[in-house]
């Protein structure tokens, strides 16, 4: 799973924290200018805003590329000082380095699983290896094609065709697609669409965005951390009474540890079955409303698109969707911690000196817009090569669900998009709502 940072929910640099060089881009100095309140609300502001944030990054980029500052941003995971690393190479080295930058997430993962890691918060060790190579045999490459993208598709299709004009969709189609999807494919048919959306979006919300460690967060996650694993334990137990009907992940991870072969022993099962839960539902709901909104405020495309759909050209959709979630992508940022006194950048003119326990922010944004890195990144193009996005992460933490996520995105908004022009409803509700880091309201009209 692509671990990242919301900036919004997590900067709050003073002005000078910048430098000077980096106030210089006359983008980035204009929107600043703008508005109303001191320099660090009309902060916060701009990197609430997509476009603010690509301004920032080119200014970064520019003048201070790996931009070292002893204040921490992070405060629900321990750490001194911050490195905010702008340039695409750069961004790669550091997700790179596993030895010298590592995830963080265990404490909380021990928490929501009552004791135990899982993988998305372990580093590259054997434990790691075993538990991922276990999950790819149980959640197969080829499945995507074969079951994740029809189940989808179908699913999308039967949405839109009782929901006719006007759809708010994460009520009805980019939340609960996904959700099906767990239920179908994952196999978790012991929990209700309506739980499955909720619990897996409190619990990613408690395990990624939450920078500041509130309880509050923190004690929502975990009461649906245990209704989940109780759903997890009934789901395991079905299958093993009845292993006859579709393939699902869970039946295969049974089958492996049943085989004797290397498969999940004790609780193995329930804990990285409930990563799996976390990640799919609340970033692939995010993804398609970011991505939609960002076809909306380009006409031209959206019609192209639309008319891919209306052909059932789902290539062609999932060109405009990316390039659409690369100029506003699901988190904009990564954070790692360096596990020791290292260096960014080595022999370069913008090396930099990293501190052990620094929190490191290697921004995915910043390196999909990188002139040194990207053909003409401005602009909106429908035929950029895969390598260019970095949608999902970059390296061994790489999210989990990347394939599924490039294969069901398409699939679910194909059905929306064929047909009569989309438009946005009128007011707010036209636009996607932002009282948690998931949209949870966003309206469109056919």
């Not at 210089?24 to 929107?31: D, H, V």
């Not at 660090?40 to 603010?52: F, I, N, S, T, Y």
């Not at 959206?302 to 969707?321: F, K, M, P, Y």
Request: proline share 5%; hydrophobic share 45%.
């Amino acid at each position: 799973m692509s671990l990242a940072l919301n900036l919004f929910h997590a900067t709050e640099l003073e002005a000078h924290t910048l430098g000077e060089g980096a106030l210089r881009g006359a983008e980035l100095a204009s929107m600043l200018a703008s508005g109303t309140g001191d320099i660090k609300e009309r902060l916060k502001r701009l990197l609430a805003d997509p476009a603010g944030q690509r301004a920032l990054f080119a200014s970064l980029r520019a003048f201070a590329p790996n931009l070292a500052t002893d204040k921490t941003l992070i405060t629900a995971y321990p750490c001194n000082g911050t490195v905010i690393v702008s340039r695409a190479d750069d961004v790669r080295e550091v997700l790179d380095r596993q030895d010298d930058f590592e995830v963080v997430y265990e404490p909380k993962m021990r928490k929501i699983t009552g004791g135990v890691n899982f993988f998305l918060g372990m580093q590259d060790d054997a434990d790691y290896q075993r538990d991922t190579s276990i999950m790819r045999l149980a959640a197969q490459r080829g499945d995507v094609a074969d079951i994740v993208v029809p189940q989808a598709r179908e699913a999308a299709r039967q949405i839109i065709t009782h929901h006719s004009k006007t759809i708010d969709l994460p009520q009805v189609l980019t939340t609960v697609v996904p959700a099906l999807m767990v239920q179908r494919y994952f196999g978790i048919d012991t929990a209700s669409v309506e739980d499955l959306r909720e619990w897996a979006t409190a619990m990613f919300w408690y395990l990624f965005v939450d920078l500041q460690g509130d309880p509050d967060i923190e004690k929502k996650a975990l009461d649906c951390a245990a209704r989940c694993l109780v759903a997890i334990d009934a789901a395991i137990a079905k299958a093993e009474a009845n292993a006859d009907g579709p393939v699902t992940v869970l039946k295969r991870a049974i089958a492996l540890r049943d085989a004797g072969t290397g498969g999940f022993e004790g609780s193995g099962i329930r804990n990285n079955m409930i990563g799996l839960v976390i990640g799919a539902i609340p970033t692939i709901s995010k993804a398609c409303v970011q991505a939609l909104d960002g076809l909306l405020d380009r006409p031209d495309v959206l019609a192209r698109t639309q008319a891919a759909a209306a052909s059932s050209d789902e290539h062609a959709v999932g060109c405009a969707v990316f390039e659409a979630l690369r100029f506003n992508p699901v988190n904009p940022v990564i954070y790692r911690r360096a596990a020791r006194d290292c260096e960014i950048a080595s022999g370069t003119t913008h090396a930099c000196r990293v501190k052990k326990d620094t929190m490191v922010l290697a921004s995915n944004l910043s390196a999909m817009f990188d002139p040194a890195a990207v053909d003409d990144p401005d602009a909106f193009r429908m035929d950029r090569p895969w390598n260019v996005y970095m949608l999902w992460g970059y390296g061994l933490h790489r999210c989990f669900g990347d394939v599924i996520n490039r294969g069901i995105i398409p699939a679910l908004l194909t059905p929306l998009l064929a047909g009569t022009p989309l438009a946005r409803a009128g007011g707010d509700a036209g636009h996607p709502d932002k009282v948690t880091p998931f949209p949870q309201h966003f309206t469109v009209m056919r």
